[in-house]
């Protein structure tokens, strides 16, 4: 069984037909097409596709400090958690999906993740518990805290391209909009 995310660059401009793969929509007639987003076939394991062998699958627990809310849930050693948070209908903050930004960041409270795409945070902040739950895998059951994306940034890019608050200049301004 497999789930088709929806590309969040596409628009409305860009949706075109594309041949269904019947490896994963095994319920669509040969050669049948569907009207899509640039939808990604995400696979969602089930014993019966590996034969024998069983996943094993861990507890998470979210604790999302923006809307003050735990979610728990099971996942898969191989699936990302994010993933397999959405196909048991939880919401947790996401952007890019590819591990490139910080909205998914967590900070790994107990429990341990295998995160080998995660170029979004640097060695440093994986290093003090940070991870994204986009391209993370479960090893053990884990529990995480939501990261505000602005706090996770300045933790890795503040001390290079941050001198201090910035101060407003309204004659600077004024200037510029007076070009206008």
Known sequence: MALVMP?????????????????YSRNFRRG???????????????????GSSVVPSHKVTVHDRQRGIVHEFEVPEDQYILHSAEAQNINLPFACRHGCCTSCAVRVKSGELQQPQALGISAELKSQGYALLCVGFPTSDLEVETQDEDEVYWLQFGRYFARGPIERDDYALELAMGDE
Request: aromatic content about 8%; some cysteine.
């Open 7 to 23: 590309c969040t660059f596409c628009t409305s401009i860009q949706r075109q037909s594309f041949p269904i793969n019947r490896r």
């Open 32 to 50: 049948a097409t569907t009207k899509c987003e640039f939808r990604i076939p995400v696979e969602v394991s089930s014993p019966t596709d590996r």
